[in-house]
């Protein structure tokens, strides 16, 4: 890598951190969103591994995590298959790849725009997890991204506001293991992406600490509307260069 492509990457996950320190999610959405602008999704996916493993450990420690655990270990489950069934997808490259991971974030954006909110009874909770789960996984394994449906899943759950984000943490670090397991069986993590992946390290780190710094600052509900509308249109724009 150049001084210019180090930069570039270096920015972005700088970018992605904040938005994970102040709102708790967004790193994997933004960094491989950005990225796929300039690289294919696949090794978008490879450099995303370990800063988005570090944080979201952080994220998903602290009391309480062995409660979501037991709650919510069907759905992440079939996280790992789901994941492993969709990866030939993301790392055949090509437009469709690029199409898909649109698709996906445009799909995100749009559901944090202009979803209403929703409530699963404990009924529905147990009979959507384990589809859920896996159709996350497939999501996961052919973009890249952790976002549909589990997401919005996660949200009607009723969860508290910390329970949730923790229990965001806790997918996120599961999705991101299922997807760096199956990089590896198809070869596209290698030593020398996971060095590269350890070079995003300390700008998602700096930028995590500053979004915690923001917090404060700026309005989570301002921010959440342009996060997603940001991702809507870089999503639309994505698949638009990937199907059109």
Request: net charge positive; glycine share 14%; proline share 8%.
């Amino acid at each position: 890598m150049d001084l210019t492509n180090l930069a570039v990457i270096g920015l972005v996950f700088l970018i992605a951190g904040a938005a994970k320190g102040l709102i708790g999610l967004g790193l994997p959405t933004i960094a491989i969103g950005l990225l796929a602008l300039v690289m294919p999704p696949a090794e978008a996916a490879g450099l995303l591994l370990l800063p988005s493993l570090v944080t979201n450990i952080l994220q998903a420690s602290g009391p309480g995590w062995r409660v979501l655990l037991r709650r919510l270990w069907p759905m992440l489950l079939l996280l790992v298959p789901g994941t492993l069934a969709g990866i030939r997808l993301l790392t055949g490259g090509g437009p469709l790849a690029l199409g898909l991971l649109g698709l996906a974030l445009a799909a995100y954006g749009g559901w944090g725009l202009f979803a209403p909110p929703t409530h699963l009874s404990a009924r529905m909770e147990r009979l959507s997890a384990a589809p859920i789960g896996l159709a996350g996984g497939l999501v996961t394994g052919a973009t890249g991204v952790f976002v549909m449906p589990v997401v919005p899943w996660l949200g009607a759950l009723g969860l508290s506001r910390d329970a949730l984000v923790q229990a965001l943490g806790l997918s996120f670090l599961v999705a991101t293991l299922a997807l760096g397991l199956a990089l590896a069986w198809q070869g596209s993590f290698t030593p020398v992406s996971a060095g590269a992946s350890l070079l995003a390290l300390p700008p998602t780190l700096a930028g995590l600490a500053l979004g915690s710094r923001l917090r404060g600052l700026i309005p989570p509900p301002l921010f959440r509307r342009i996060f997603f509308g940001s991702l809507l249109a870089l999503g639309a724009h994505l698949a638009i260069r990937g199907l059109a």
